[in-house]
């Protein structure tokens, strides 16, 4: 058998169990470059091969080093057949870094300044209630429920489908939007494709709001805000879609509210 079949048996595998578009693309591409390197044919790599693989792989980051194995792994478990204890897949430790947070006045000033109405539109709604970029581009004209004041974010992460609240000056921005630029399907459209892209999404925060981080911070800045506020870590982790409470509970490590009412010894 040729190794483009496991690749094709990779990639229908992941399909089937309703992977990401991105996790599928990720995976494929590792597990390409893994088939590719070994050069061993298919029915005869064994243990060693893989291990061997993994502990020269020249890892740049944890995050690609999580990347390769699960790729690998997944190789190994649904390509070939194999049973894990051959191979040690070992999980590398996360890094415990702390989130960037911007302050809200300084976020809701420089978002004032923006005259484009796209742009500022984008932003607005991704800071208003802490949407991944992904989510972003991916809401369509219909998903805005301007009746019942709230926006369906329709697959997630996790493939998860959530219901974020909409504040009036938010939604009265988006209707100045909507006459001035007339989308069709996606609530923003791209210049030469039926969606905006995330890329396209970074570089405006990059422009308007921080050019040292990125999109993301925005989310993180809101959470922040809405702990710092008040708001009930349940409700938090409502809006953010996040799976556990402990994910939601990293907010009170960085806020400035809480940090300034602790009663110190001196």
């Known amino acids: 058998m040729k190794k483009v079949d496991y690749y094709e048996i990779c990639k229908q595998k992941m399909q089937y169990l309703n992977y990401s578009n991105n996790t599928v693309k990720i995976y494929l591409f590792y597990i390409k470059q893994f088939l590719s390197t070994v050069n061993v044919y298919p029915t005869r790599l064994n243990s060693n091969d893989f291990q061997n693989y993994l502990d020269n792989y020249n890892f740049t980051s944890i995050s690609k080093q999580n990347q390769v194995i699960n790729a690998i792994r997944f190789l190994y478990k649904f390509g070939l057949n194999k049973k894990y204890d051959k191979v040690s897949f070992i999980r590398p430790k996360k890094e415990k870094k702390l989130p960037t947070v911007i302050d809200n006045g300084l976020i809701k000033k420089k ?90 999404c970074q570089r405006l925060y990059k422009k308007y709001i921080d050019n040292k981080t990125s999109i993301h911070s925005l989310r993180h800045s809101c959470f922040t805000y809405l702990l710092e506020i008040g708001t009930d870590i349940r409700i938090i982790q409502g809006i953010a879609g996040h799976k556990s409470i402990k994910t939601t509970q990293i907010y009170t490590h960085i806020s400035k509210n809480i940090m300034n009412n602790i009663k110190l010894p001196i």
């Open 111 to 200: 978002l004032s300044e923006i005259e484009n109405i796209k742009h500022k539109t984008i932003l607005t709604l991704t800071y208003s209630v802490g949407l991944r970029v992904s989510e972003v581009v991916n809401i369509k004209i219909e998903d805005i429920d301007s009746k019942r004041m709230i926006i369906h974010i329709k697959n997630g992460k996790g493939r998860k489908d959530r219901i974020v609240p909409l504040s009036k000056s938010v939604l009265n921005l988006l209707r100045k939007y909507y006459l001035k630029k007339k989308p069709i399907l996606y609530l923003f459209n791209g210049q030469n494709s039926v969606k905006y892209s995330i890329g396209s």
